[in-house]
């Protein structure tokens, strides 16, 4: 017997029409199901916010506890006439608020681990909403019961904040506990248990790679992602008209995708479900909930886009570390000095391209100063200048074969230079799937429109339907 895991977002969650069209999508599925929530929309954001604002020694009012718990009764009402089953879920309700506010009484008290807490606490968005929808589905008579990662053990490194789940350690605990066919479970999305018993977050948006680590323990059927987006698209719709959604992607594609936060799905769901080739599937929830068709299919066989392109993604969230000086990219031994000072600061190194005269690392963002003073402490010989640029994006264009095929790096170009836009750096070689640059902020909209024209418009049909013929194996 196989599972197939589904997961309904924060985004999904909203309002009274949502839980209607989640009620109509578990219907349509005839077999077992293990269904992950998130938390209700903008949940997360709130505790988070309440949390920080007690840590910092602020009084919190319990207002916006009080407005969700009211909430959540309200939308039990509308699925629940009996008074007896309302007066049950009442009970419960309150006893996970009181929970909750006592978790909160420790924040900022020395005695307490406080990352335990912020996780804790946290995590009570999405227990709320799997004990909701656990209420709701009884109430329409669908078999289900609540399981909660610290009941079927999924079990993190014991990092706080942003864990990784050890598939490994959790999938025979998993097996055991999942064994009930014609049945759903309905579990909390976006946290694990550490070995020691803690709390521990997957990072904002974990809910997804809560689903897929589920997947990868049981060797589901797939693993369905509900959301209120078109799936993956040829580029991000809020910026290109005419962006259309992707009907398949392979797993490198989709997770070279992710990572530049297109948001569509977390930078980690792909990694536990690739190498078990368990597929993933993107729906939206106001349009497939009847049609039962994904926007998006994730997997193992994806067709490879006749151009070779499938999408042209971005992010803002990085920034250039320049070292300049005579001879800096020759000179042995400054790239490995430059590399070890920011390795022992912490720091993430994204790329590095050298030139003659310097030495470019591609950083986070949000890592770019403590870089600069990591170096500038260290006195390098050799290096005259350290500079950092943060008004770059990075753009990457993504397809399975674009490294190997011949041209595509001067149609990038080309297009570019169509708007007189002038790439900065140009990273190829380093992924199979993409080729990336950099070119300045006030740049990116109109080199990304130039990009998606070129390999794009008039041109849909070039992301042929998955057939036996144009399977391409990854692996
Ligand atoms: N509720 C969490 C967040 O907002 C996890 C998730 O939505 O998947 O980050
Ligand atoms: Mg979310």
Not at 103 to 112: A, P, Q
Not at 253 to 275: C, M, N, Q, T, W
Request: hydrophobic share 40%; aromatic share 8%.
């Amino acid at each position: 017997m196989s599972y197939i895991i589904v997961k309904f977002g924060g985004s999904n969650l909203k309002k009274q029409s949502d839980i209607l069209q989640i009620l109509k999508a578990v219907k349509h599925y005839k077999q077992p199901l293990i269904i992950v929530v998130s938390a209700f929309y903008g949940v997360t954001d709130r505790l988070e916010e309440l949390f920080k604002n007690k840590a910092s020694g602020k009084s919190i009012s319990d207002d916006f506890l009080k407005d969700l718990q009211q909430i959540k009764s309200e939308i039990a009402a509308l699925h629940c006439t009996n008074p007896e089953r309302m007066k049950e879920f009442q009970t419960g309700l309150t006893s996970l608020f009181i929970a909750l506010e006592n978790l909160f009484e420790k924040v900022g008290d020395t005695e307490y681990l406080q990352n335990e807490l912020h996780d804790s606490i946290l995590a009570y968005g999405e227990r709320l909403s799997a004990f909701l929808l656990h209420f709701i589905l009884t109430q329409h008579n669908l078999k289900n019961s609540q399981a909660l990662p610290e009941e079927f053990g999924l079990i993190t490194d014991g990092e706080f904040g942003n864990s990784t789940v050890n598939i490994e350690a959790s999938a025979s605990s998993l097996k055991n506990f999942f064994t009930e066919k014609d049945h759903i479970y309905v579990v909390p999305g976006f946290y694990g248990i550490s070995p020691s018993g803690s709390v521990n977050l997957l990072g904002r948006g974990g809910s997804d790679y809560t689903a897929s680590a589920i997947a990868a323990c049981l060797q589901a059927t797939s693993v369905d992602l509900w959301k209120d987006v078109q799936g993956f698209c040829t580029a991000d719709p809020k910026i290109i008209q005419d962006a259309a959604s992707i009907s398949n992607l392979s797993y490198a594609e989709a997770a070279e995708l992710a990572y530049f936060g297109s948001k569509i799905i977390h930078p980690r769901a792909i990694e536990p479900v690739s190498d078990k080739g368990i597929p993933v599937r993107i729906f939206h929830l106001h349009q497939a909930a009847e049609s039962f068709r994904p926007q998006t299919i994730i997997n193992g066989l994806s067709p490879v886009a006749a151009e070779r392109i499938k999408s042209v993604a971005y992010s803002d969230h990085f920034g250039i570390l320049a070292l300049e000086g005579e001879g800096v990219g020759l000179k042995p031994g400054v790239l490995g000095r430059a590399s070890t000072a920011l390795e022992k600061a912490g720091i993430n190194i994204k790329s590095v391209f050298t030139s003659q005269t310097a030495i470019n690392f591609l950083l986070d963002l949000a890592d770019l100063e403590k870089a600069q003073n990591a170096i500038a402490e260290r006195n390098l010989s050799g290096i005259h200048s350290i500079e950092t640029k943060k008004d770059v994006s990075l753009i990457a264009a993504v397809g399975l074969g674009i490294n190997e095929t011949f041209g595509i790096a001067a149609r990038l170009f080309t297009a570019a230079a169509r708007s007189r836009v002038n790439i900065q750096t140009i990273v190829f070689g380093a992924s199979k799937v993409a080729m990336y640059f950099i070119v300045a902020r006030e740049d990116r909209n109109i080199t990304i429109q130039q990009i998606h024209n070129e390999f794009f418009i008039n041109k849909l049909e070039i992301i042929p339907l998955l057939t036996e013929t144009n399977y391409k194996s990854q692996n």
